[in-house]
């Protein structure tokens, strides 16, 4: 192996692991995608129907694209009926910021580096490029799940300018497939899961209390249905024998004690200027207090 390589200290930025792979167009699951779109199971979401192309090659969004870095960070359980990644800052900031400070690394050993991070907000198919990067693998809930730190984890993207063969490969995983023991698609209570990797957002619980604007559907409206669900869901995480508990970053935690106190009086009496000043970081913000208070 030659001697040359570029290495990154990941874990001093927080990252549990990293891997890089080929920035290449993408053909394999583009079909499967589009039918997810063509049957309208992506909701409200029509940014997933716009910038095909750009999704399904990288060197549209970074010209001169030859990797793509990939790289975990963790995050914690729920509480307060709020999914585990939104108990503190907002996880776009957290994982980009530290992309940001990889990619100053990266500049010192790599003087003409060019690239961007990506965290979940442009088209960009992070589960699949972290799958080629070699760190896991896609579960039946549609989950990324690395077999040494389960599913709780955000991925960040850098799309550079860097050879991919200049970085020491991931080692090989002792498992490549979630299994087919199908408990999640049990856990689910809303029926989204309605197959094998095919979700419906129509009917998750996490869509539909973060992304959707519509009212909820009426079978799911009552506390009993959503599981006290108030923002996200996590019943197919916690089935799935894969689930890890983790270390989370400590910015992912920075609201936890006071969403753990609030009880539905609290969320249902909470004001939108108090509700802005208390969670102006968090992901809170994207529901919106309104969609907040729906379950109490």
Same mark, same amino acid.
């Given at each position: 192996m030659s001697t040359n390589l570029i290495k990154i200290n990941y874990r001093a930025h927080g990252f549990l692991d990293f891997g890089a792979a080929k920035a290449e167009k993408v053909e394999e699951n583009r079909r499967s995608f589009e039918r997810f779109l063509t049957e309208g199971r992506n909701g409200e979401m029509g940014y997933l129907a716009?910038? &095909?192309?750009?999704?399904?090659?990288?060197?549209?969004?970074? !010209? %001169?694209?030859?990797?793509?870095?990939?790289?975990? =960070? !963790?995050y914690g359980q729920a509480g307060g009926g709020v999914a585990g990644f939104a108990q503190g800052v907002d996880y776009?900031?957290?994982?980009?910021?530290? &992309?940001?400070?990889?990619?100053?690394? +990266?500049?010192? *050993?790599? !003087?003409?580096?060019? $690239?961007r991070p990506f965290v979940d907000s442009a088209p960009v198919l992070e589960r699949y490029w972290a799958?080629?990067? $070699? &760190? #896991?693998?896609? %579960? *039946?809930?549609?989950?990324?799940?690395?077999?040494?730190?389960? +599913?709780?984890?955000?991925? #960040?993207?850098?799309v550079c300018n860097i050879p991919y063969e200049r970085f020491v490969p991931h080692a090989p995983l002792a498992v490549t497939e979630c299994g087919s023991c199908g408990a999640c698609l049990r856990a689910c209570p809303s029926g989204a899961l309605r197959a094998p990797f095919e979700l419906d957002a129509r009917r998750c619980i996490s869509y539909l209390t973060i992304e959707s604007h519509e009212p909820l559907p009426a079978d799911l409206a009552p506390a009993a =249905?959503?599981? #006290?669900?108030?923002?996200g869901c996590e019943e197919c995480m916690r089935a799935c024998p894969w689930d890890k508990p983790?270390? !989370?970053?400590?910015?992912?935690?920075?609201?936890r004690a006071a969403i753990a106190t609030m009880t539905d009086a609290d969320w249902a009496a909470l004001g939108e200027e108090e509700f802005e *000043?208390?969670? =102006?970081?968090?992901?809170?913000?994207?529901?919106?207090?309104?969609?907040?208070?729906?379950s109490s």
């Open positions: 716009r910038n &095909l192309e750009k999704r399904f090659d990288p060197a549209l969004l970074v !010209p %001169g694209a030859e990797s793509m870095l990939c790289f975990l =960070a !963790p776009h900031k957290i994982v980009k910021d530290r &992309l940001f400070a990889v990619m100053e690394e +990266l500049k010192s *050993q790599f !003087p003409d580096f060019e $690239g799958v080629q990067a $070699g &760190l #896991g693998f896609i %579960g *039946q809930n549609n989950f990324f799940i690395s077999p040494e730190y389960g +599913l709780r984890t955000i991925i #960040g993207v850098i =249905a959503r599981r #006290g669900w108030r923002f983790l270390t !989370p970053l400590p910015e992912f935690e920075t609201h *000043q208390q969670f =102006a970081d968090s992901s809170l913000r994207r529901a919106g207090l309104g969609r907040l208070k729906e």
